[in-house]
């Protein structure tokens, strides 16, 4: 009897200890295993990418013990909120109107938006600049949306749900399309290449990266989108903190921490590193 | 509780997009599920396993996977793509009307097959014995003990199907889950939105629920 209480007390003390060393700064950190290159899973449904390789950088920059969690898309922001975990690192873009809910560290990488057809659709060879910031405004900026918006007017365009690409075609900015919202960008990528869309709208890695994997001729059109609804880069999304509660100082701290370590990141190389592995260009900022 | 109401008329509107659906989806299911019933029936074997197939594949695999492979599994197939079937497949809307008409199908020929076995052998007997035909005995006696049997059961999977058509959101439809998704996607606050989402539905399985309980009082026939 004596063996046996000691063997318990021994697994409880043990788990007591366990779980302290293991509280302690422990971070969970979203990601939506979804969205490749920035984000995916490989075939036995490990985490890999651009985001994830990142991330366990910044962990060990900043001290903390990480894990990374999935998370679907459109629950993202709703389940940081309700602390399922501490930050978002998902391809997740700095916008005004996310900002209103989260906070977010400086940017860590650039993600340059553009449509994309199917080859020999009648959208190719729109004559527009290579690449337009919403945020510089300016004559060449508006030209080009004058000539996406005659292009797209009462087309159907695919995006994936609650991402700057809705955004962007909600604000009107290229007239009235049909916009399909989709639960995650490789939804997006089956209709398009199903022809059920006309054109979809993402990163423009996320259509290279598909169209080397599935062999589809999936072709960029059009300018690359920076500036206005399309955000400023790529940060990692943190509750708003303040210093009322514990909970709050923690996520200020967080912060803090965030950044100092992207800092750090960037001056040794690391995230251009990274991008090039992953993105095949330098993504960082 | 400003978002609450502030988001009510936009899931009104999509309401319509839902009660569509689980309209359009009961009238077709209630055809092709007489059919596969009435094949149930049938002495002909291969007649009778047809039916009984159809039921298992669409009652033994979840409707969401029903619809998937419908929307996005079909999109793949090359030669449909480019036959004339492609202008139903191709759009969202009859996918999901598809989907929907199979899987309430199988169901209702469940009900209706149970209820068709409910009805005594004396009773058709007597039937035949006044001197009535086939035709007579199906539509005057068999049809008006069906509908009886059936109701109760088949009220339940109205219910159900009006809730099945929440799934019409995962491909891209609109509809009163679609919408409550598209405002929490600029709102970040499921909590209100889907409280809101969820009083509609709920109202829409009481009228259900009272319509189904008027209809029995008026078939009992035992007053």
């Known amino acids: ?285 | 509780m400003d978002l609450m109401i502030e988001s009510f008329p936009r899931l009104l509107d999509a309401t319509i997009l839902t009660i569509e659906l689980t309209l359009l989806s009961l009238f077709f299911g209630v055809f092709v599920g007489v059919f596969f019933a009435v094949l149930r029936t049938s002495n002909i074997k291969i007649l009778c396993c047809i039916s009984y197939y159809y039921s298992y594949i669409f009652r033994g695999t979840p409707l969401l996977v029903q619809i998937f492979i419908i929307y996005f599994g079909f999109g793949q197939v090359e030669w449909l793509r480019e036959s004339f079937l492609w202008i139903i497949f191709k759009e969202p809307y009859s996918c999901a009307i598809i989907a929907f008409t199979l899987n309430t199908g199988a169901y209702t020929s469940e009900i209706l097959r149970s209820a068709f076995e409910t009805i005594q052998k004396g009773v058709l007997e007597a039937a035949y014995g006044l001197g009535l035909n086939k035709i007579h005995v199906f539509f005057k006696i068999k049809l008006p003990i069906v509908v009886k049997q059936s109701l109760p059961a088949y009220g339940n999977e109205m219910i159900l199907m009006l809730k099945g058509t929440s799934l019409a959101s995962t491909v891209t439809l609109l509809d009163l889950t679609g919408v409550a998704k598209h405002i929490i996607s600029t709102t970040f606050r499921p909590v209100e939105v889907f409280i809101v989402a969820g009083s509609i539905y709920l109202l829409m399985t009481f009228i259900i629920h009272n319509f189904v309980k008027i209809l029995e009082k008026k078939l009992d026939y035992s007053k």
């Open chain 1, 1 to 285: 009897m004596n063996k046996f209480k000691r063997l318990f007390l021994s697994i409880f003390a043990s788990i007591i200890l366990l779980s302290t060393s293991v509280l302690a700064d422990k971070i969970k950190i979203g990601t939506e295993g979804a969205y490749p290159p920035w984000n995916a899973k490989d075939e036995s449904g490990k985490l890999i990418g651009f985001e994830i390789e990142l991330a366990n950088f910044l962990c060990i920059y900043m001290k903390h013990e990480c894990t990374i969690v999935e998370q679907d898309w459109d629950g993202m922001i709703p389940a940081l909120v309700m602390r399922k975990f501490d930050a978002i690192m998902a391809g997740m873009s700095i916008t005004d109107e996310r900002m209103k809910t989260i906070n977010f560290s400086q940017g860590y990488a650039d993600e340059v938006a553009s449509l994309a057809v199917m080859k020999g659709s009648s959208l190719e060879g729109m004559d527009t600049p290579k690449a337009i910031n919403l945020s510089t405004g300016g004559s060449a900026v508006n030209n080009a949306l004058e000539t996406l918006t005659a292009a797209l007017t009462g087309k159907t365009i695919g995006v994936q749900t609650a991402t700057i690409h809705q955004n962007f075609l909600e604000s009107g900015d290229v007239g009235k399309v049909n916009i399909r919202t989709y639960k995650t960008q490789d939804e997006v990528n089956l209709d398009l290449a199903a022809g059920r869309i006309d054109a979809a709208l993402a990163a423009a890695v996320a259509f290279t990266d598909y169209a080397e994997k599935s062999g589809k001729d999936v072709v960029l059109v059009g300018p690359t989108f920076a500036g206005g609804a399309f955000g400023n880069g790529v940060g990692v999304g943190i509750r708003k903190g303040d210093n009322s509660s514990a909970q709050g100082k923690k996520d200020a701290k967080l912060l803090k921490d965030f950044n100092k370590a992207i800092d750090t990141a960037r001056k040794q190389g690391k995230i251009s590193e990274l991008a090039i592995k992953w993105f095949g260009f330098d993504a960082s900022m």
